[in-house]
C-alpha cells in the first residue's frame, strides 16, 4: 500500500531538538533537560469503520518515518471497558505515552487520572476527553463540520425542505460538536428545512432502519447529512437504491447527501453523484501528529496555544491542548485533488 507523501521525519526531529522556548503552537520546548523519550503505547478504538482501518494503516508508516519506539497495538473495539484494560496492560510493559481515541468521552476520566497520577502523558486523537488531564487532542473542528454540511444541503434545498441527519454517538463529543453545529446553523440560516435527528450510535445497522423507517413516513425527504461515512456510507447507498432513489444530481429524485470521514468509498461515491459531498477527516494527520506528540510527551516537550507550521491551530481546553487540524469539504469540483489522503490510499 503505498501513502502520500510526508514532511521528513528529520524536519520534524529537528524541530523538537532546536526549539528552546515556545512563543506559538507547533514548536515545542524541553520541560526537563536530558528526556530520553521511551515506548508509546497505543490502543485503536475500533476495526469496523473504513475511517478507522485507514488511520491503523497509515500508523506504522508514520511511526518509522519519526522513529518512534511503537508498542504492538491494542484494539478496543468500541468498548471502553476493553480502552481500560488495554492501557493498563500496555502500562504494565512499559508504555512512556499513551495514544488513544475513546468513543466514550465521558467514561475515560478515571482511567485519565490513573495515568496522571503515575505521571504518563496522554494523547487522544479525534475525541477530546470531557475530564481527565491530556497532553494534546489530535483532532479537526467537528463543529464546522457540522456547520458546513448545514451550508451546503441548506443551499441544495434552497432552504426548504426535509433532511434526515444521521448522527453519531451523542455520548462522543464529536457526536456532540456536529449534531449541535448542524442544528443552531438550520435553526439560524435555514429555518424552513426541517431535520429528523437520527442518533445511530456510530451504528451502520441503526442507520439503515432509521433512515428506510424514516423514508417511508417521509418520502419527500431531499437530504441526508452522514456523521461519519465509514459507517453511514454502505447503509444509506443500499436504503436509496432500494427505494430509486441513487439516482443522478440533476434528476429530480435525487437525495443530496454529505457526510465526514474523506474516505475512498466516499469519493468515488461523490464521482458516481450517488452522494454530493464529504468533509475530509484527514486519517493521515491523524496518524502522524499522534505519533509526533506523543514522541514530544516522551521527550519532555511542552507546547503553547498559537498557530503551528502544518497549517493548524493549538488551542487551550480546560483539560489540555487540542490541535484542531484542517477538514476541507469535498465536492464534485476538487474530488480529484491528489493532496486529499482518500486519493492517495490504493
Known sequence: MKFGPVVASAALLALITACGSTESGGSPSAAASGATGGKIGIDH???????????????????????????????????????????????????????????????????????????????????????????????????????????????????????????????????RDRAEAFRECMKTKFPGITVFEEPTEWDGGKAASMLQTRLEQNPDVKGIYMHAGGVHLAPTLQVLKAKNLLVAPEDPKHVFVVSNDGIPQEFEAIRKGEIDATVSQPADLYAKYALYYAKAAAEGKTFKPGPTDHDSTIIELPNGLEDQLPAPLVTKENVDDPNLWGNQVK
Open 45 to 175: 478504538p475500533r476495526a469496523d469503520s473504513d475511517f478507522w482501518n485507514s488511520y491503523i494503516k497509515y500508523i506504522p508508516q508514520m511511526a518509522t518515518e519519526l522513529k518512534v519506539d511503537l508498542m504492538n497495538p491494542t484494539n478496543s473495539q468500541n468498548d471502553v471497558a476493553k480502552l481500560v484494560a488495554n492501557t493498563q496492560a500496555l502500562v504494565s510493559q512499559g508504555a512512556k505515552v499513551m495514544v488513544m481515541a475513546p468513543q466514550d468521552t465521558g467514561a475515560i476520566a478515571s482511567t485519565l487520572q490513573q495515568l496522571e497520577n503515575k505521571k504518563i502523558p496522554v494523547v487522544t486523537v479525534d475525541t477530546r476527553p470531557d475530564k481527565g488531564k491530556v497532553f494534546m487532542v489530535v483532532r479537526a473542528d467537528n463543529r464546522a463540520y457540522g456547520t458546513k454540511a448545514c451550508e451546503f444541503l441548506g443551499e441544495k434545498l434552497g432552504g426548504k425542505g426535509k433532511v434526515v441527519e444521521l448522527m453519531g454517538a451523542l455520548s462522543s463529543v464529536n457526536g
